[in-house]
């Protein structure tokens, strides 16, 4: 574990801020990509409010770096190191309000949450997942649609609720898939449309334009469907400047 790291602590990097700035927590376990973009997205000012803590289930998280670099407080809380999910979850409750978050964003948090934790957190967490949900739902996405023969693929954000990748969606970004795409390519091209409409729904959310009604998500008021509003391939590839 890196010297800047500590297991289920609060470092003081950051300064202080308005209490009124919307805050954001970030879930991870992995590199830590869509964290980066939410990294860029506030140093650009494209969010409105300021990520004040990542945590990481696994200690060698690359993310955890990406949010030493940036000031922001890297807390460390193995899931290992606990005898049952809801006893790690009842941790990561802990830590998590310890920030008192606006949002609570899901990237590449690796864990099923249990319902007490989806519950006390319901409508103010968001996760972002490498489909265009309802369709592929949990893991190896890319592999099935490639051996599903499927022409369509992408990613989208949307409310976490107990159902696995079953809540209401936000955003999503639509890719066609290529005659020689393959796993590594498509992880590539969906991992560019995640960075790009992860910080566009974070932002909704501080903003209060986007919300969860319970029976679904809504924008500016207004509901939204079942796919949320999704970015064409064209649109997505133009916003990416993808040739």
């Not at 990406?66 to 190191?81: K, N, Y």
């Not at 991992?191 to 924008?219: C, D, K, M």
Request: hydrophobic letters at 40%; one cysteine or more.
């Amino acid at each position: 574990m890196s010297s800047h790291v500590t297991p289920d602590t609060i470092t003081d990097e950051l300064p202080a801020m308005p209490v009124d700035t919307p805050s954001i927590v970030v879930l991870i376990s992995g590199n830590g990509s869509n964290l980066q973009a939410l990294i860029d997205a506030q140093a650009h000012h494209q969010l409105s409010g300021n990520i004040v803590a990542v945590i990481a289930n696994e200690p060698d998280a690359y993310g955890l770096t990406r949010a030493h670099d940036a000031g922001i407080d890297a807390v460390v809380l193995p899931h290992r190191e606990y005898d049952s999910r809801d006893a790690y979850d009842g941790a990561l409750i802990k830590v998590i309000d310890r920030h008192q978050p606006s949002v609570i964003v899901l990237a590449g948090f690796m864990r099923i949450l249990t319902p007490r934790f989806v519950q006390r957190y319901l409508g103010k967490m968001l996760n972002i997942h490498p489909s265009l949900l309802p369709a592929y739902q949990g893991l190896n996405t890319h592999a099935r649609v490639l051996a599903e023969g499927a022409t369509q693929h992408g990613c989208s954000v949307h409310f976490v609720t107990e159902e696995l990748d079953g809540g209401p969606v936000a955003i999503q970004a639509a890719l066609k898939i290529a005659q020689d795409d393959t796993e590594s390519t498509l992880k590539d091209k969906i991992h560019a449309r995640e960075h790009l409409i992860l910080p566009i729904a974070v932002n909704w959310f501080l903003e209060g334009r986007l919300q969860y009604s319970g029976t679904g998500a809504t924008l500016d008021g207004v509901a939204l469907p079942m796919e949320g509003l999704r970015l064409s391939h064209e649109d997505a590839a133009s916003e990416l400047d993808e040739t």
